[in-house]
Each structure stands twice: as C-alpha cells, then as structure tokens.
C-alpha cells in the first residue's frame, strides 16, 4: 500500500532542508509577515502610531505565529500522534501507519525547534523584544471544547482535534511562501514546513478514514454532530497576544479592545473559519459524516457547508 510518508528518508524537511538563516540586515521594503494577514495592522488607531511601531507589531505578530505553531506542534498534534504511533489510540492502527505517524512526530518536533531558532535570529537581526507567550490558555480552551462536546472521550477528541488541524489549508501556509513581499528566509521556513504538511495532510485524510470506519454507529452520530462545534471553536482567533502586542505599542485599553473588536467581527471570524476548513468539511463528507442525522444541520448552523 503506498502512503503520503513513503520517501519521508529523502523528502522530510527535518532529512533534508538546510537550517535557515535570517541575515542581519532584513531585506530592504521587504515584510517579515504578510501585512494583508494581520488583520488589525490597517486600524485608523494602529496607523496612527506610526512607522517604526507599525515595524515591531508586524514583528511580534510573526513572533506569535511562530510561538503558536512551535506550542501547537508539540502540545496538540503530538499529543494525538504520539499516540497513533505508540499503539494507544483505541484504534487497530496497522504498523505502517504507527511507524508513519513516527515519522510526523519527528517533523512537527522539527518544526517547533526551527520555529523557536527563527524568533531568536529575528530578535537578534531586528532588536524587537520577544513578549512572553502562554500558550496554556488556548490549550485549556481547546480541550474544553472537547470535553464539552465530547464528555467522557477524551482520547478520540485529541484524535479528531488533529485531523481538524492536519487537514486545515490556512492563508498562511499557503500563501506565505509566494509571497514576494515577504523576506526570503521567513518565506524559505513556512516554504520548508508547508511542504511536510501537505503529506502530513494526505496521512491524517487516510487516518480520518480509518478512524470513522471503526467507530460504531452510536459514536459516529455523536461525533458527527460535535465536529462543527470543534472545527469552528478550534479556529477562533488567539488574541492574548494581539493585546498584548497593541499595549506594548502604546494603546491604551480602551483603544485595544476597540481595535480588537472592529477587526475580529463575528463575520470575519467566521469567513476565515469556513476558508480555512473547506478541506477538512469535504474529507468529512467524503467520508460520509455529513450523511449521519443531524449533521447536515450542525455543519450549516456552524457556516461551514
Ligand atoms: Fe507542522
Ligand atoms: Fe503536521
């Protein structure tokens, strides 16, 4: 049976990319973050403040970036992959797919390291201060959700918490590394770590399928009818360090929850969410999920079909 990993000796960025160096003086005109993805960057407030500080809240909303995808990868996708591969999942895994999952384990913990290596270059080439970062508030809220809408299961709601994130096509990925703005090193990194994570998309698509294959029909309806509330709640934006980035600026409280509030609308937040999981929706109805009463429902009341 060929799989997504097959290769993964030659191909993986963690075998084969060379370590990214940003050089010390940051490309002239050229962004160190896509200022079209920052959504609060254009704010009458925002712009006020001028240039060099326009400068460091691009910067730090890189920093978070990075921080987040360096927490994410090590705290949610292998928590669940570890998981996989180890033989504790609950499910008949075959060997292939444990050693696969091995396999992106490796890259994800590759991509937290180089995550953290490019913040520090960044610091080291810009001097902009790296803010502290908490990534255990998203993390409580993620498995609250989880615990709420599937009490008593926490195991397959981290399994399904990572097929939700593996199969999600986010802007940034996707865009980042065409981006000619963009300084060539940063796009060189999300470049690197988009091209392992469209294997990494190709396996969790096969490893959903199994999966729904093996549960019974009692917990297929339960999950189905929790997916849309885990896809959708999973998507919200993390703004602690939006906030915290605006008061380093110079906002005052007022100004930051205003601008937070006229940037994140309900709609926005839920346009983003439906691009960013139209693939994940349709790995969900290929597998049949959306044929499971009530779920039709349940994923147009979320905005996602
Ligand atoms: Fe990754
Ligand atoms: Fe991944």
Redesign the pocket.
């Known amino acids: 049976m060929k799989s997504p990993m097959d290769h993964w000796y030659e191909k993986a960025g963690v075998r084969r990319d060379p370590r990214r160096v940003i050089a010390r003086d940051l490309e002239a005109g050229k962004t160190l973050f896509p200022e079209a993805l920052i959504p609060y960057l254009d704010h009458p407030l925002v712009r006020a403040l001028g240039p060099d500080e326009r400068f460091r809240i691009v910067t730090r909303h890189l920093y978070q970036y990075l921080h987040f995808?360096m927490h994410f990868?090590t705290s949610v996708?292998n928590r669940a992959t570890e998981r996989i591969a180890n033989g504790s999942s609950g499910l008949g895994v075959r060997p292939p797919m444990r050693l696969d999952a091995y396999k992106i384990y490796c890259?994800?913990a590759y991509?937290a390291l180089y995550s953290l290596d490019a913040i520090e270059q960044v610091r080291g080439a810009t001097g902009v201060d790296v803010p502290a970062y908490d990534f255990a508030p998203f993390l409580k809220q993620l498995d609250g959700i989880g615990a709420q809408v599937m009490p008593g299961e926490p195991v397959l709601t981290q399994l399904l918490q990572v097929v939700v994130f593996e199969t999600l096509v986010t802007s940034i990925l996707k865009d980042i590394p065409k981006d000619p703005q963009v300084v060539d090193t940063v796009r060189e990194i999300v470049g690197d770590?988009a091209e392992?994570?469209g294997r990494?998309h190709a396996y969790f698509s096969g490893f959903f399928k199994e999966l729904w294959t093996d549960l019974d029909p009692g917990m297929r309806e339960r999950s189905a009818r929790c997916l849309p509330a885990l896809v959708s709640r999973s998507l919200a934006p993390d703004l602690a360090p939006v906030r915290t980035s605006l008061r380093l600026a110079g906002l005052g409280e007022d100004a930051v929850e205003q601008v937070v509030a006229d940037a994140y609308t309900a709609g926005r937040v839920r346009r983003h969410t439906h691009d960013s999981a139209r693939h994940t929706v349709r790995l969900f109805a290929s597998a049949g999920v959306l044929d499971v009463p009530g779920a039709d429902e349940a994923f147009a009341a979320a905005g996602l079909v």
């Open positions: 995808t990868e996708v890259d994800e991509h770590h392992d994570e990494h």
